[in-house]
């Protein structure tokens, strides 16, 4: 039986979780994997939510409010920060995203663009942090919005306009930006990357808005690691902001200067600071790496 209605989708996983892997092992890291959906799974239950599916380290979820989907974030990102560190010097941390809009909900499952969004939407995120879109905020009551604020209009995979990303403040205590019912985006700042890889550097700017990597000839840059692939993954430019897309079939590990390494899989994610990109498997391996170093400028 299907059902065509409107819903807020909430997407949810453990930030890091191949690097939990490596460092606790498989048997401390499951559970620790563990005790985070079982948190998610409760934050869900709590704000009248129902669990969807379970993959992994991943929960979606779906509510029949904005509001209730954003409750649950917050508290999904409040429970998981309590936790107890599974060993010295290891931290666990969630990325969500979350949309509302209409969607087809049949046999116990969901469908539609809102799905899609909404997952795009966890994608953008990093560790500790909640996106979400500004449709999904004007679906808030005032007093909910008071804890949002607009990031960008950035380009979404399947969308013929930008969309409107805002991260959603979930820490009490918190300073707040306030944001306005007719949220204007930013004006695109002057904004560089700059790439360094093989003593060779690139720099990306409003005239320059994309670079191709892999071991491709053709590619901007060639990555002469065996490991990547001959298109490897892509760096472009959306308003102000540089966003790293994997296309790869091993992975592009991300490194931003003094945090963990992430690992994406057929993601992106946006770059900011300083750090550096391996291509095909992780830097901090303990394996030989050729990596490529960035720096955001302006």
Known sequence: MSNARDVCLVFADVSGS??????????QALAAVERCVDCMT?????????VVKTIGDEVMAVFDSAAQGMQAASEMQQRIDELPPPAPGVKLSIRAGLHFGPALVENND???????????????AKA??????ADTVAALPELLRLSCREIDALAVKGKAEDVRV??????EGAELTMMSTRMAPAAPA???LKLRYGG??????????????????ACDIVIHDPRASRSHAKIERRRDKFVLVDMSSNGTFVTFLGETEIALKREETLLRGTGRIAFGHSWSSGEPAETLEFSVEG
């Open 18 to 27: 191949t690097q939990l892997y490596e460092k606790l092992g498989d048997a």
């Open 42 to 50: 409760r934050a869900t239950l709590l704000n009248k939510g129902r």
């Open 110 to 124: 969901v469908f539609g663009d809102t799905v899609n969004t909404a997952a795009r939407m966890a994608g953008l």
């Open 128 to 133: 500790g942090q909640i996106i979400t879109t």
């Open 166 to 171: 805002c991260e959603i403040i979930w820490q």
């Open 190 to 192: 002057d904004i560089r």
């Open 200 to 217: 060779v550097e690139t720099i990306l700017s409003p005239t320059r808005p994309l670079a191709t990597m892999g071991r491709d000839a």
